[in-house]
């Protein structure tokens, strides 16, 4: 497998669509060793971590938020890239399980003089790693890790790939705010710097799988070769609309998802400037005011406020950006404990 | 695989409620009692008990639910993790007597991970133990305060609860086992 960054290839194409849920069936196990992203999940599989999600919500209520479920579990988190919410957020949820953590960061490791990434895998799990959890600036790293490493491996976000865990901690915030939990029919628009988003691209599969209505909004350079994943997704029964008018995107809207401006990863030409940008597609007041009374506001954080998002949108009464914040830390013990049990069969 | 019953409907009606009137005489009232019912079949079990106290005592003792999955010591040894079904303890710990409710006593497994999930959430005064079947095979020092019905089976046995809030009728099953349990069965 050689590994190329998405930046000069199109969109992945839909591969295993996500299966509709039996009615009437028994939950399903979770079968999977490892979480890379969320398309080869099935949709019982997903209803499996939003109820375990509720159980270790209720953990974290505990006076003691702390069970035993994975002692003697090795939790390694490997980052190559700078990060606060989710390492941490990992190396909480592990801990609230009781979990050994190890933490790397790729800068103060051997990454430095030079390891290959199949080497520092192979160390790492020398050195006792069970669960590998992996963030790479590269699409595609972590199925390279996978194929080394003995246990399992979380993809933590890859490149502009994946970021499964986000996405399945978006999907459990909704659902908890939207009447009946469910997001079938609800208008979700994704705002902003979608072609280099994995929040984006991971969020897109769980939400056309829970019956959503997306819409994917930005300029028209920032939504490269997503017209053509649309018509597939159409053509899978998935409602998914590709557009750069803000207006029609925000339009009665049940939820709104902010990206961030990726200016680490933005090659010259995609956008005038900043300012142009927040101009014309800033999640302001004024704009919000087009969706659904009390629509939900969102963004995967960090947030560049004044840019993709105005501060008072941001801090105001229909964000729930802390709330995605602290559901990531019960989705990620969910996924944690889940994997273990596929880690050990 | 042909199923004998051990226990009626009618004959577990009759367990509870004796279990019940055990339960306040031990404690001599019901004052500082609380009663948690081990998910899955301990929980209705855990509120007819409490109902029938209500009836006989004419005061209502406060139920909860507890899910063990978390503090299993087999969790390394089963193929897939069970399904968690959610703790629910909606009273204060600390100082009360909690009665733990479950189906079966049989190991003594799933009462060790039981008083380690309850003393996370508090201290209580007492633990204590009652079951609607002990089927003995205990591998723990754990011993039952309140047995429905003490039924000796041999290790290939599977002892089955069925009640109706879950399983649509009251019945207590014994059969030989052919297949494996499944991974998520209790372990207790």
Known sequence: MTLTDRESDAPPAIAVPIVDSPPGEQPVGWPHRHLLDVDTVTWPEIELVMRTTDAMKEVLDRPIAKVPALRGVNVTILFYEASTRTRVSFEVAAKNLSADVVNIAAATSSVAKGESLVDTVRTVEALGAQILVMRHSVSGAPYLAAETFGGSVVNGGDGWHAHPTQALLDLYTMRAHLEGGSLEGRKVAILGDVLHSRVARSNIWTLTAAGADVWLCGPSTLLRGFEAWGLRGAADGRRFHVTSSVDDALRDADVVMALRIQKERMSSGLLPSLREYAARYGLTADRLAGARPGALVMHPGPMNEGVEIAPDVAAGAQSVVEEQVRNGVAVRMALLYLLAGARSS | ?188
């Open chain 2, 1 to 188: 695989m042909s199923a004998r019953h051990i226990m009626t409907a009618e004959e577990i009606r009759r367990a509870t409620i004796r279990i019940s009137h055990e339960i306040v005489e031990k404690q001599a009232g019901t004052s500082g009692l609380a009663l948690v019912g081990i998910q899955r079949r301990g929980v209705p079990l855990a509120r007819r008990i409490a109902d029938a106290i209500a009836e006989n005592e004419g005061s209502t003792v406060p139920v909860g639910a507890l899910d063990i999955t978390f503090y299993r010591d087999d969790l390394s040894l089963v193929a897939q993790q069970p399904v968690v079904k959610g703790t629910d303890l909606p009273f204060d710990l600390n100082g009360a007597t909690v009665v733990l409710v479950d189906d079966v006593l049989y190991t003594g497994r799933t009462i060790r991970a039981a008083m380690d999930a309850l003393v996370d959430f508090g201290r209580p005064q007492a633990i204590r133990l009652a079951v609607l079947v002990d089927r003995g095979h205990r591998e723990l020092p754990i011993r039952a305060d309140h047995v429905g019905k003490n039924v000796p089976t041999s290790r290939e046995e599977v002892v089955r609860v069925h009640v109706a809030e879950i399983d649509g009728e009251d019945a207590v099953l014994i059969d030989r086992v052919v297949e494996a349990e499944p991974a998520a069965a209790p372990v207790g």
